[in-house]
């Protein structure tokens, strides 16, 4: 298991034209879940893409680093390999791509690459996830719901040290919520996973236990805690907090 920290110090970003995070600091280490919550608006999407440098979004200042490795300074997919994933709010359709095609190019973090193959039998198997569409071009004509069982999927397989999961819960039913909160508990103590849960509800968090909960608004944290804060935000709403 590896002990490691993702460290994001006073991260400031945006658009051009309009900074959206304003000095966010927060520390991950490896095994823990730490929840990002916040209303409509606040910058937990922003959040997500500034972490894994989607063009269109700019850095202002501050650091993001995952054991030691500066993050900012680096390439989208040099970022997933120093072992940082993002499970994506809207997963997208990539017609001509097969899973297992983006798996092998991903390469596990840490690990050998001939194992996709059969991780990724087995992660379909514990995650629920239809073996019928493991062959399909990624995410093409897949639900909701089987887009985030599949993001799922890809992080088992990949074996991240550090996940940022934008949203994991949306559109998907009791069942898969289960299913998908379970996985990526397991793997905090897997492999020691380090997890940064972005969500509006505290659903997610009966099944994926937040060690540490974060509130965000307008851009920066107000408010962190343990989970009994989602508990309070559940119960009161974000007005205290914006
Ligand atoms: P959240 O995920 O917390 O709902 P977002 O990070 O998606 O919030 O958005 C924060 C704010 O920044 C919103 O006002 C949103 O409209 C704006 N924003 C984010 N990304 C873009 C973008 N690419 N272009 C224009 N506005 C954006
Ligand atoms: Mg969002």
């Known amino acids: 298991m590896s002990a490691g920290?993702?460290?994001?110090?006073?991260?400031?970003?945006?658009?051009p034209g309009r900074e959206i995070l304003k000095g966010l600091s927060l520390t991950v280490r490896s095994g823990?879940?730490?929840a990002v919550m916040g209303p409509?608006?606040?910058?937990?999407?922003?959040?997500?893409?500034?972490?894994?440098?989607?063009?269109?979004?700019?850095?202002?200042?501050g650091t993001v680093t995952l054991d030691g490795v500066d993050l900012l300074a680096l390439?989208?997919?040099?970022?997933?390999?120093?072992?940082?994933?993002?499970?994506?709010?809207?997963?997208?359709?990539?017609?001509?791509?097969?899973?297992?095609?983006?798996l092998t190019a991903a390469r596990p973090v840490g690990g050998a690459d001939d194992g996709v193959g059969e991780?990724?039998?087995?992660?379909?198997?514990?995650?629920?996830?239809?073996?019928r569409f493991l062959d399909r071009p990624l995410n093409v004509d897949l639900s909701g719901g089987e887009r985030k069982r599949n993001e799922t999927l890809q992080l088992g397989v990949l074996r991240p040290k550090f996940a940022v999961l934008d949203e994991i819960d949306s559109g998907?039913?009791?069942?898969?919520?289960?299913?998908?909160?379970?996985?990526?508990?397991?793997?905090?103590?897997?492999?020691?996973?380090?997890?940064?849960?972005?969500?509006?509800?505290?659903?997610?968090l009966?099944?994926?236990h937040a060690d540490v909960v974060h509130v965000l608004a307008d851009g920066r944290v107000v408010a962190t805690g343990g989970s009994e804060l989602a508990e309070t935000v559940d119960r009161t709403g974000y007005a205290a907090y914006t």
């Open 5 to 15: 920290e993702f460290v994001i110090e006073d991260l400031r970003a945006g658009i």
């Open 32 to 34: 823990e879940v730490h």
């Open 40 to 61: 409509n608006g606040s910058g937990k999407s922003t959040l997500a893409h500034v972490l894994m440098g989607r063009p269109g979004y700019e850095v202002l200042g």
């Open 75 to 102: 390439p989208t997919w040099q970022r997933a390999r120093a072992g940082l994933f993002l499970a994506m709010q809207h997963p997208i359709e990539v017609p001509g791509v097969s899973l297992v095609e983006s």
């Open 119 to 131: 991780r990724l039998h087995a992660e379909a198997a514990r995650i629920g996830f239809d073996e």
């Open 172 to 204: 998907l039913d009791v069942d898969a919520l289960a299913d998908v909160g379970r996985r990526v508990q397991e793997a905090t103590g897997e492999w020691g996973l380090g997890v940064l849960a972005i969500t509006h509800f505290r659903r997610l």
């Open 206 to 208: 009966d099944v994926l």
